[in-house]
Each structure stands twice: as C-alpha cells, then as structure tokens.
C-alpha cells in the first residue's frame, strides 16, 4: 500500500510536469514601466530612425504614419488604449507614430522585448497572435482601399471603431477621437469625401452627428450590410432577375 501511495505522488509529479506553461500576454513586459504623457499632435517615434523601442498605449489613441511623394500624408493605424506597436522585427521603424490625443504611453528596449520572448514559452505564442493580428490588419486595410467604395470605407472604419470607443451606458453613440483629416488620409479619401459620406449616411439614418465630435449609430444592421462586406450578403439581400420567363436568384 505504501508502494502504490509513492506511485501516486510520483505520477502527480510527472503530471505537473507535463502541464503546458501558463499563456502569459504581452502587457506584462510593460509592468514596470513608467507611463509617459505625450501631448496631442507630438510624435513618439519617426518613420526611418533605428526601432530601439517597442510601445503599449496606456490612454488617448496614436496614428501610425507613412510621408509618401509630394509630401502626402498616409495613416496606415490607429492605436487605442492597450495596443502594442513596433514590435515588429525590423530594425528600422516602418512609420512615424504621433499622438492624435494626450496620451499615455510606456515604452521598454527592444531588446529587452524580444530577449523576454525568446526565455519565454509562455510568451512566444502572445507575440506570435501580436504579428498575425497585424498582419490581418494590414490585409483588411488593403482590401478596403483596393476595392470598397466611399460609403463602405467609412462604413468598415465605423463598425471596426464601435468596439473601441462607444460610450458605455450610452449604446451607439460614438467617441471620434480623430478629426475628420485623419480619418479622410485612413480611407484614402479627401476631407470632403468623408464629409459628404457622412451627410448620405445621416440622411438614411444609419448613422447621425452628435455634438462636435460623436456620431450615433443608428441602425447598426444597416450599417454592417453597408461595409461591402461577404458575410453581410444573405438570400433577403438577393437581386432577383427575371429572364426569359423564369427567375433566377443573383446574390
């Protein structure tokens, strides 16, 4: 009997062993770092310059940037409250990152960040989601400034915004924390674009102004269905077309 209890422990032993390491996230590297406010319009790092650090928004939002010819502007994100950016391996920074609000944000060495990862089985599979995210973000972007048009631009960008910064306890209305030149160099558009879009959009009451800054979602389905999107197609949203005395379904 007293074999079989030494068995016991002995197999409780190789099970906590075998037990796959606790995921850990990434926000963790950021614990000790103290957080640093960055005034509205004042950028954190520029496009080109050695990528020494890697950086977690605290608070505010920040725009990633690129200066393309004729010294046109490109956003190519936006960075919200728990966001990491610059982790990416390159040595040099693809973009230059400024706050569009006051800010806080925490920076470590990049060093620091990857040899964390590299000591950590806990962590590698964090940074991995990290560079996969991104890179889904990137595709997405791609394919809404290949292929949509104006409204179903600006109304992914809504509907990819909502989680963000809708008010809580007050559902559908939205904080737009960037003004209108930001979110018109983000879609590919100009500022007069973006504000005529808005105009069509509030005279179908899918979305409406409120106050300077908000806009109120109106009709969030509606909204969805008008991103353009292939998910957002079903058979009530089907085209029927009449041929030859029979009807055929086009969707």
């Keep these: 009997m007293l074999m079989l209890g030494k068995n016991a422990f002995a197999v409780a032993g190789l099970a906590v062993e075998a037990a796959p390491p606790r995921r850990l996230c990434l926000s963790s ?3 000790t770092a103290l957080p640093e406010t960055i005034p509205a319009g004042k950028a954190i790092c520029w496009e080109g310059d050695p990528a020494g650090c890697v950086f977690q928004v605290a608070e505010g939002v920040v725009r990633l940037q690129r200066i393309i010819g004729e010294g046109r502007r490109v956003i190519t994100a936006f ?7 610059g982790a990416f391996p390159q040595r040099n920074y693809l973009f230059t990152a400024e706050a569009v609000s006051d800010c806080r944000i925490r920076r470590i060495g990049r060093n620091l960040f990857l040899g964390e990862i590299a000591g950590s089985d806990a962590l590698r599979p964090a940074y991995m989601g990290l560079l996969c995210k991104e890179t889904e973000a990137a595709h997405e972007q791609m394919v809404l400034l290949s292929k949509k048009n104006a409204q179903e631009r600006l109304c992914s960008f ?9 008010m809580s306890g007050n559902p559908g209305l ?16 100009t500022i007069e674009t ?3 879009t808005i105009s069509k959009l509030a005279a179908i009451q899918v979305v409406v102004p409120e106050g300077r800054h908000n806009l109120r979602i109106v009709c969030r389905q509606r909204l969805k269905e008008l991103c353009g999107n292939a998910d957002a197609f079903n058979l009530e949203n089907c085209h029927r077309l009449v041929r030859h005395g029979s009807t055929a379904d086009l969707c």
């Design 29 to 31: 590297l950021f614990g």
């Design 79 to 85: 960075q919200y409250a728990g966001d990491i950016f």
């Design 158 to 166: 809504l509907i990819e915004l909502a989680p963000r910064t809708e």
């Design 174 to 189: 939205l904080q737009i924390p960037m003004n209108r030149q930001d979110i018109a160099d983000y879609l590919g558009m």
């Design 194 to 196: 973006v504000s005529r």
